[in-house]
C-alpha cells in the first residue's frame, strides 16, 4: 500500500512512476477526485505557461451558441479556433521535444504530404455524474488479479480512476465509457499506393454488460464486459460476413469468444482466431486484431511496463474531421489521409511500452502507446518488427460526444511504414449517425443463430 500510495501522489505532481501494486487506492487518496484531479483522475491544473489550461468541466452539456438536437451530428464548439503553428518535416526538429514517435516517423516518412496543423489545447472530455460517481467507489475496490490480466472490485466508469500501474492504463484504455447500447455504420479503407480503394462498409452493435446499471459488482458480469456484432454490408463480394464476439475480462479465467457466419458457406463456426496478431478484417491485411481501437484483447502476451507522462503533441477535438460534409474522397489521399483534416494540440500523455513475453510471441516485438490523460484513450501508437525498427504507426482522431457525454473518436489510421500503404477504420463521415442510446438491442441477439439469421444476403 506504501508503494501504492507514493506513486500515486507523486504521478500527478512529478509524472513520475514509482511501481506496481494490487492493492485499492487508499480513501483519502480516492478523495482527491474532483477536487485537484478530475473525476477521470486526470490533474486538473495546467501547466506552467499555460499552453495546457486548467480542466474547468469539459463538454459536459450542449455548449453555449451551438445547435444541436439528438441524431444530429456535432457541430465544432471549436470551429473559431485557428492553428497555432504547422509542423511539417522541414521544421520538425524545433519541435523534436513534443513530437510522440509516431508523429517523428510519418513527418519523416512522408516529408511532402504529413504535417500537423497544432490548435489551442481544449479539455473538453467529460462524462455523466453516474460514471463519476462509479469511479470514485472503484477507485478504492478496484483491485488488478496477481497475473495483471484481469481485476475485480470495479464495476462501471473507469476500473482504476487511479491507476498504479500500466496494466490498470490498459484496463482503463479498454473499458473507457462510450455508453450502454450502440449502434453505428462505419467504413474500412485500405487505399493502394495510387489512392485507389473500395470502402467496405460495415453496421456494428455492442452492448457493454460493463455499463449495465443495473450491475452493482465485477463478478456479476460472469467475465463479459462486451458483446459485439460486427455485420459487413458493402461491397455486394464482402456482405453477409458477420463476426459475433463475447469479450472477456480475464484471458486466464477465459479467453475472447469468437463466431463467424460466411455466406459462402451458410454456416457459422467458431474463430478463435479473432485476437492477438491474426490479420483483422477488411484492411487487406495491413493491421492486426489487437491493434483495432488501438488496442483490444488480452494482455497476456506482454509485459507492460509505464514510462511516465509527458507533454506530446496529439489529435484531439476532431470535429471538423468528423463532418459530414468531409467526403471520403476528400480525407482518403495516397500514401497518407489528408492532414489539412486532424487537429493536433499539446496534450499530457503517459506513456507505455509493452515488451513481448519470452515464453510467447507476436509479431510486434514492442509497442509503445501514449495514453492521453483526460480520456484515457489511446491517441498514437508505434509497434516495432523483429528488427528493432518501427513497422507499423496509428493515430487516433479523438472527439468529444456532449449528447451523452463520452469522450469518442472520429476514426483511427494504421500506417504500414514498410508498404508505404494505410488503413482507416471507424470513419463515418457519409453513414448515418452513431447512436448512443440503442434501447432496441437485447441480449437474444448476441447467439450464433442470430448472426446466421442476419448474415443472409
Not at 502507446?369 to 483526460?374: A, G, K, N, R
Amino acid at each position: 500500500m506504501a508503494i501504492r500510495s507514493a506513486f500515486i501522489l507523486g504521478l500527478f505532481a512529478a509524472g513520475v512512476f514509482a511501481g506496481t501494486a494490487g492493492a485499492e487506492v487508499p480513501a483519502e487518496v480516492a478523495a482527491r477526485l474532483g477536487k485537484d484531479l478530475t473525476p477521470l483522475g486526470s490533474q486538473k491544473s495546467g501547466n506552467k505557461d499555460g499552453t495546457i489550461p486548467e480542466w474547468t468541466g469539459g463538454l459536459s452539456e450542449i455548449p453555449a451558441g451551438v445547435t444541436y438536437k439528438a441524431g444530429d451530428r456535432y457541430p465544432d464548439p471549436y470551429a473559431a479556433d485557428k492553428p497555432l503553428y504547422t509542423i511539417t518535416s522541414a521544421n520538425m526538429a524545433q519541435y523534436a521535444d513534443k513530437l510522440t514517435e509516431v508523429s517523428t516517423a510519418l513527418l519523416t516518412t512522408y516529408p511532402d504530404a504529413y504535417k500537423m496543423n497544432v490548435y489551442p489545447t481544449r479539455r473538453s472530455c467529460a462524462n455523466p455524474p453516474s460514471i463519476y460517481e462509479s469511479n470514485k467507489k472503484n477507485a478504492v475496490s478496484g483491485v488488478i488479479s496477481a497475473s495483471g490480466d484481469g481485476f475485480t472490485g470495479s464495476i462501471n466508469g473507469m476500473p482504476f480512476p487511479i491507476p498504479g500501474n500500466a496494466n490498470e492504463m490498459m484496463f482503463n484504455q479498454r473499458l473507457q465509457y462510450r455508453g450502454y447500447k450502440i449502434t453505428r455504420q462505419y467504413v474500412s479503407i485500405a487505399p493502394t499506393r495510387g489512392g485507389e480503394y473500395s470502402a467496405y462498409t460495415v453496421q456494428d452493435e455492442v452492448i457493454f454488460p460493463w455499463n449495465d446499471p443495473s450491475k452493482t459488482t465485477t463478478e456479476s458480469l460472469d467475465n463479459v464486459w462486451a458483446y459485439y456484432i460486427n455485420n459487413t454490408i458493402a461491397p455486394a463480394r464482402a456482405a453477409g460476413n458477420v463476426v459475433l464476439i463475447h469479450d472477456t475480462i480475464d484471458a486466464v479465467q477465459g479467453s475472447r469468444k469468437a463466431w463467424v457466419y460466411s455466406p459462402g458457406t451458410r454456416r457459422v463456426r467458431r474463430a478463435p482466431n479473432i485476437a492477438y496478431d491474426n490479420p483483422s478484417f477488411n484492411d487487406d491485411g495491413l493491421s492486426t486484431i489487437d491493434a483495432f481501437n488501438m488496442f483490444n484483447g488480452a494482455l497476456d502476451r506482454y509485459d507492460w511496463t509505464y514510462n511516465g507522462r509527458t507533454e506530446t503533441i496529439t489529435s484531439h477535438n476532431n470535429y471538423r474531421m468528423a463532418n459530414a460534409d468531409v467526403k471520403y474522397s476528400d480525407l482518403f489521399k495516397p500514401m497518407v489521409i489528408n492532414q489539412d483534416y486532424p487537429r493536433y494540440e499539446l496534450r499530457r500523455n503517459n506513456v507505455i511500452t509493452a515488451r513481448v513475453r519470452p515464453d510467447t510471441r507476436h509479431i510486434y516485438t514492442k509497442r509503445v502507446f501514449w495514453h492521453d490523460e483526460d480520456t484515457a484513450q489511446t491517441v498514437a501508437t508505434s509497434s516495432y518488427d523483429a528488427r528493432g525498427k518501427i513497422w507499423r504507426a496509428q493515430e487516433q482522431f479523438s472527439y468529444v460526444h456532449y449528447g451523452v457525454p463520452a469522450c469518442n473518436t472520429a476514426g483511427f489510421v494504421s500506417y504500414d511504414l514498410n508498404a508505404g500503404r494505410y488503413t482507416a477504420q471507424e470513419f463515418f463521415n457519409e453513414e448515418p449517425s452513431l447512436n448512443h442510446f440503442a434501447d432496441e438491442l437485447t441480449m437474444d441477439r448476441y447467439t450464433p443463430d442470430y448472426i446466421r439469421r442476419v448474415g443472409v444476403r
